[in-house]
């Protein structure tokens, strides 16, 4: 094994703390797919569009259907996202972010700057 920079000892520091957090804070990304869906999800507060919309099939990813509509009946009910019609066909389902994973997900992000400000100096480019 080979042994790793002071750097990487940080980072992975890091990786294993906001992990510790995440299994404690977020049940609902201890899956693969749940985890897929969350970030799916915070994608979707970096689009430049509010009307921008994106299909329930388009949430897929890596996952299986069924996986996926699991993840998204379990996140229904705890009420991190919403379902709404397709604007062009209504047979088509949207699903976004509600203000509860938007509010958890600037926790997670909160933390994530603390664990690197503890060890790094910032400056944004």
Same mark, same amino acid.
């Given at each position: 094994?080979? *042994?790793? /920079?002071? *750097?990487?000892?940080?980072?992975?520091? !890091?990786?294993?703390?906001?992990?510790?957090?995440? &299994? *404690?804070?977020?049940? /609902?990304?201890?899956?693969?797919?749940? $985890?897929?869906?969350?970030?799916?999800?915070?994608?979707?507060?970096?689009?430049?569009?509010?009307?921008?919309?994106?299909?329930?099939?388009? $949430?897929?990813?890596?996952?299986?259907? $069924?996986?996926?509509?699991?993840?998204?009946? /379990?996140?229904?009910?705890?009420?991190?996202?919403?379902? &709404?019609?397709?604007?062009?066909?209504?047979?088509?389902?949207q699903i976004l972010p509600t203000e509860k994973l938007t509010n958890d997900l600037i926790s997670h992000l909160e933390?994530?700057? $603390?664990? !690197?400000?503890?060890?790094?100096?910032?400056?944004?480019?």
């Amino acid at each position: 094994m080979s *042994k790793l /920079s002071p *750097k990487q000892v940080n980072l992975l520091n !890091i990786l294993v703390a906001l992990n510790a957090w995440e &299994k *404690k804070n977020c049940p /609902s990304i201890e899956t693969q797919s749940g $985890r897929s869906l969350y970030f799916q999800l915070a994608q979707t507060l970096l689009t430049t569009n509010e009307g921008e919309d994106v299909l329930m099939k388009q $949430r897929l990813g890596d996952a299986s259907e $069924r996986s996926m509509r699991d993840h998204v009946r /379990s996140f229904q009910a705890a009420g991190l996202l919403t379902e &709404k019609n397709g604007t062009l066909d209504a047979r088509t389902k949207q699903i976004l972010p509600t203000e509860k994973l938007t509010n958890d997900l600037i926790s997670h992000l909160e933390l994530f700057m $603390r664990l !690197i400000e503890n060890r790094y100096l910032l400056v944004e480019k």
